[in-house]
Each structure stands twice: as structure tokens, then as C-alpha cells.
């Protein structure tokens, strides 16, 4: 198969040790495997030519776009093809009249806001990681953000798609209309962790840059306290775009990172508020009443462009800039209702206390979607395990407390051995067969998500 594909591929097609390896993992490097090929497609038709070989041939295949990926989504099939789509990075049409964009797969999440941002316009979706992260990958994983509080996950700014199927059938999903007609199978492809094929174009919705933007910081004593202020401005009918929880090991990590200045505490609370004007100055000052009352120890607001960006810079860099802090960690994804965030963090604490292991707490506090960082040595024997170990009960205490063992970064492989904990196997098992109706060979991103057959 590589054999007929070389005389149209080229160079782009790699096969070298030194080249395989490269892309033998994504960002859970605890997860390895080198494939047997990897194609740097330029087009959407060679991207279709390779899915149809691989067809014929019976070869599994994975689409990869910058690798960001923390639950080895994007991880290699052994003796598979990946297929590297970083080159189909084209934002192919901006319609600010429909409020619509039409982008490649590889194109850089954060592009999409700066193509549409003459015409007023930004793409909300917004990972930690989006200044690297690829459009076909947040489709993939349905990724969302720290704004997704009020603007939703990528499959609620995702209109239409352009797929080629497992079996290289090509296949219009959606289409360009904020309310289309009939069952949502674009919806259902978003979040489906590359198992129904590969994204070729995707139509996307844009919102209307916000009139006024202000972020607040707030410093507690305790987690307790942060968590138990995001309920209260929730009670009390403010809708924030954004609520983001820091403890102090994320603040350290951030500072001695990117070093956005932040207020020394136990516990950092940022609230983001935008829309009209008038609306938002009302809103900050009901929003500073709260935060007082809540006990905050200090509370800083600015709506200054400048400063807000490093605010969310110190951020969007807490995952990487832990590495100042141990030389391996592992980022955990669970979910709990927002009623049980404190309990929640509580918990972990214990839990990590008891394990001899720190864990640097960074999350959506808005959407009770925790980011538990888990720092270890893993020079040190067994501590892999033990920060494994350690990462399996927090998903485990999730589950218990109502939640979820992802909210944004997916099952992958890392989570697959917990999903007959969240599901039945009578759902387990209606997934399977969905999956086997799109792909009966299992060819698309083999061993993903659910177990293979």
C-alpha cells in the first residue's frame, strides 16, 4: 500500500525510524507507539486517496493535527498510518453578513478569532492550548475552554462538516444554518474522538466581539472558599462568561512560568464579565459585593486589554508551567456538579496527602470541570503507578459524586477502563454498534475510546 502510495506522496510520505518517532505519542507521553507510516497530507483529496487505501487494504489510520491531545487520543495503531493534517490549515471563507467561517482541519484554533476579527467577529471555543491546537482536534474531543461557561463547547459553534468516512465515502453533515432541520449528525461526529473518520472542511459560527470586557481576580484563604464563591455569584443570577479556579501550587507554577503577577493566596478566583456596557458595569458591581461577602481576602478588577491578557496567560500556561515544579505530572479531566465543587477539592486534597503526592489544582470552576494536576518524579520506582493510582480515584470520586471522567479532553486511551463505571453495558455496547454501522473494520483511530472488538 505504502508502495503505491509513494509515487504521489513523496518525502511526505515518512517511514524512517528517526521520522516515526517523532509522532509516537501526543501530550500523555505515558502512552507510546510508533506507526508504520506517517502521511503530511496537503490536500483534502490526498487525505481521501490514503483513507480509501487504507480501506482496501485493511490498515487502521488516526488523524493527527498538532498533538495536543492529554488522553492519548491522537496516539499511533501500531502497524497503522497517521494522518498528519497540520498542512490543511486554511480559513477558506469568512461570511461576516451569516456570522460564519469555512476552515481546514489544521487550522490553529486561535487563527479562526484573527481572521474573523476585522468584521468584529471571534470564535469562542478557547482550550489552554489554543494558540497550538487545531480545529479537526476540538472537533474530535468537542474541546471547550475557559469561556465555555457562557459560550458553550465546540459543538455548539460547530454548523456543518465535510467528512470522509472510514470506508473513504465522502459525506455533508450540518450545513451553514444555526437551526437545521432534522437529527443532529454533525453534533453527534463532534466529540466522537475521530472514530467516524476524518473532518475535511467545517463551517463554524462566530459570535460578535463583546462591547465591554472586565476580569476580576479574587484571592481565599482555601479552595473551600473559591469553590463556595462560584456557587454564590451563580445563586445570585450573574452569568459570567468565565470562572476560573487556581490554587497556590498553579499560582507558583504560573509565576515562576509566565509571571502574570498575580495576589498571593491560597486559592485565586478569576471572573470574566462581557456584553453591553451598561449591563456589565452592573454586573461588576454586583459581582464586587459578592466577592466581598464570599470572603475574599482581595479583590482586583481591570478591564485594561493588556493586563486581562496576561491574567489569562498565567492561565492558559498553569498545565506546562508545573514542569517548573516536577519533572513529570499527569492532568486528570473529571467533572463534579458545581454544588460539590468544595467537597470535591477537599477530597482530593486528602486523597493526595495520603498518597504523598502534591497535587496543583486548576480548573472551569464554572462548570465544575477539574484539571487536578499530579506531580511526580518518575525516576523514582513506582511513582508512575502511584501517580496513576492517584489520578484513577479522582475519576472514581467524580463518578460518586454525580459527575463525569471527562469534560473536555476525552476518554482516549487513558479513561477507557472507566467508562463501564459512567455506562451500562447496554450502553456500551449501543456505542459499539453505532460505531461498527460507520467503521466495521475499525480502522478509524482502532482502540480509542471504547476497547476494540
Known amino acids: 500500500m505504502l508502495d503505491d502510495l509513494r509515487p504521489r506522496l513523496g518525502r511526505r510520505l515518512l517511514t524512517g525510524p528517526a521520522e516515526l518517532a517523532v509522532f509516537g505519542c501526543d501530550a500523555l507521553t505515558a502512552f507510546y507507539e510508533r506507526p508504520a507510516a506517517v502521511v503530511l497530507v496537503e490536500s483534502a483529496d490526498e487525505v481521501v486517496a490514503v483513507v480509501r487505501a487504507c480501506h482496501r487494504e485493511g490498515v487502521p489510520f488516526?488523524?493527527?493535527?498538532?498533538?495536543?491531545?492529554?488522553?492519548?487520543?491522537?496516539?499511533p495503531i501500531g502497524g497503522g498510518v497517521v494522518i498528519a493534517l497540520n498542512r490543511l490549515d486554511r480559513v477558506l471563507s469568512v461570511d461576516p453578513d451569516a456570522r460564519t467561517a469555512v476552515v481546514e482541519p489544521g487550522v490553529i484554533n486561535l487563527d479562526v478569532s484573527r481572521a474573523a476579527l476585522p468584521h468584529g467577529l471571534m470564535y469562542c471555543p478557547d482550550p489552554s492550548s489554543q494558540s497550538v491546537c487545531t480545529i479537526g482536534g476540538n472537533l474530535a474531543f468537542n474541546s471547550g475552554g475557559a469561556h465555555c461557561l457562557r459560550h458553550g463547547m465546540t459543538a455548539n459553534h460547530v454548523l456543518g462538516i465535510r467528512a470522509v468516512l472510514p470506508d473513504g465515502e465522502l459525506v455533508e453533515l450540518g450545513g451553514d444554518?444555526?437551526?437545521?432541520?432534522?437529527?443532529?449528525?454533525a453534533g453527534m461526529f463532534c466529540g466522537s474522538e475521530g472514530l467516524f473518520g476524518i473532518a475535511l472542511e467545517v463551517t463554524v459560527r462566530l459570535v460578535a466581539v463583546a462591547e465591554a470586557t472586565h476580569t476580576a481576580l479574587a484571592v481565599y484563604d482555601s479552595l473551600e472558599q473559591a469553590g463556595d464563591a462560584v456557587a454564590r455569584i451563580v445563586a445570585a443570577g450573574l452569568l459570567p462568561v468565565a470562572m476560573e479556579i487556581m490554587d497556590a501550587l498553579a499560582i507558583e507554577a504560573a509565576e515562576a512560568s509566565v509571571k502574570p503577577n498575580y495576589p498571593k493566596g491560597a486559592a485565586l478566583l478569576i471572573v470574566e464579565l462581557e456584553g453591553e456596557r451598561g449591563v456589565v458595569d452592573a454586573d461588576a458591581a454586583a459581582l464586587r459585593e459578592l466577592l466581598r461577602a464570599s470572603g475574599a481576602g482581595e479583590v482586583v478588577a481591570t478591564e485594561d486589554p493588556d493586563a486581562r491578557a496576561l491574567i489569562w496567560k498565567g492561565r492558559k500556561s498553569a498545565f506546562s508551567a508545573v514542569g517548573w515544579l516536577a519533572p513529570d505530572y499527569i492532568v486528570q479531566d473529571g467533572v463534579v456538579p458545581r454544588t460539590r465543587l468544595g467537597e470535591a477539592l477537599a477530597e482530593i486534597g486528602r486523597m493526595g496527602a495520603a498518597a504523598g503526592i502534591r497535587v496543583a489544582n486548576v480548573f472551569h470552576a464554572g462548570d465544575g470541570n477539574l484539571h487536578p494536576l499530579i506531580l511526580f518524579d518518575g525516576r523514582e520506582p513506582g511513582m508512575l503507578e502511584r501517580a496513576e493510582a492517584l489520578a484513577g480515584d479522582?475519576?472514581?470520586?467524580?463518578?460518586?459524586?454525580?459527575?463525569?471522567?471527562?469534560?473536555e479532553?476525552?476518554?482516549?486511551?487513558?479513561?477507557r477502563e472507566y467508562l463501564p463505571l459512567m455506562f451500562t453495558p447496554a450502553d456500551l455496547e449501543l456505542m459499539r454498534r453505532l460505531r461498527r454501522a460507520v467503521d466495521p473494520a475499525e480502522l478509524a483511530?482502532?482502540?480509542?475510546?471504547?476497547?476494540v472488538a
Open 62 to 75: 488516526v488523524a493527527r493535527g498538532s498533538g495536543t491531545s492529554l488522553s492519548g487520543g491522537s496516539l
Open 177 to 185: 444554518s444555526v437551526e437545521p432541520l432534522g437529527p443532529d449528525v
Open 394 to 407: 479522582i475519576l472514581r470520586l467524580c463518578i460518586r459524586l454525580g459527575g463525569s471522567i471527562t469534560g
Open 409 to 415: 479532553h476525552g476518554v482516549g486511551v487513558e479513561k
Open 445 to 451: 483511530n482502532r482502540g480509542k475510546m471504547l476497547a
